[in-house]
């Protein structure tokens, strides 16, 4: 088996295209194209983990996501977060999530709790002149 490390982009291509003909063709479990094929997709696949993380969504837009997948309103987060209007101050950005909301929101509708603790992004600030 000729199989070597993912150290550059070429490596990279070259393994995409060797592992692109079982897709078509899978090998039959257990044979050694089987195993070249597993091997070419964990080289690939932690080549591909550092070269292009995927970076956690902002704790916003992570609870927008939920409530777009399951219909959700803001009325629904009403028992993670508390009245409706602190609902819209948290959905706007204009107040922080507690651990306790943290926790909440992740019990009650699966969001992963370490995309709710980052920190949010930054809202653009105006210019003193009112425009960008």
Do not use: C
Request: aromatic share 8%; no cysteine.
């Amino acid at each position: 088996m000729n199989i070597r490390p993912i150290r550059t982009e070429a490596d990279y291509k070259a393994a995409l295209r060797d592992v692109s003909a079982y897709f078509d063709n899978e090998p039959e479990l257990g044979s050694e194209d089987s195993d070249r094929f597993d091997i070419l997709l964990t080289l690939i696949e932690h080549y591909e983990a550092h070269q292009f993380p995927v970076d956690l969504p902002d704790p916003i837009e992570a609870i927008k996501f939920r409530m777009d997948q399951e219909g959700l309103t803001a009325k629904d987060l009403e028992p993670a977060i508390g009245k409706r209007n602190r609902v819209y101050e948290i959905l706007n950005g204009k107040r922080n999530l507690t651990l306790a909301m943290v926790w909440k929101l992740h019990e009650m509708f699966g969001i992963p709790a370490e995309s709710l603790i980052k920190p949010p992004r930054p809202v653009p600030a105006l210019s003193e002149s009112g425009t960008d």
